[in-house]
Nanobody
């Protein structure tokens, strides 16, 4: 059974940095894209960033220039490097892997940006 597990969340002061990881287990193949989403309290889940199997990346305007998505195809593991964090980045961050025939989601990791 495929499972995605996020890690790396926590409490950070405004202007700080964090690196999130998303690790897959259970045998996952033919990943076409990996993405990060986030959901703030009282808001809908929103897309943050995507990296394709070819290594192409896309970002939401709100995080462009501050966040960097990357992947290790050998594991497979995905990362989200976040810098210059703002209070509005506070949310539960979820990873999603898209494969042939469907997709998989992690359970989320909390990121709180507060002084």
């Amino acid at each position: 059974q495929v499972q995605l597990v996020e890690s790396g969340g926590g409490l950070v002061q405004p202007g700080g940095s964090l690196r999130l990881s998303c690790a897959a287990s259970g045998g996952i193949f033919d990943i076409s894209a990996m993405s990060w989403y986030r959901q703030a309290p009282g808001k809908q889940r929103e897309w943050v960033a995507t990296i394709t199997s070819a290594g192409n990346t896309k970002y939401a305007d709100s995080v462009k220039g501050r966040f960097a998505i990357s992947r290790d195809n050998t594991k497979p593991t995905m990362y989200l490097r976040m810098k210059t964090l703002k209070p509005e980045d506070t949310a539960v961050y979820y990873c999603k892997y898209v494969v042939r025939g469907g997709d998989y989601w992690g359970q989320g990791t909390q990121v709180t940006v507060s002084s």
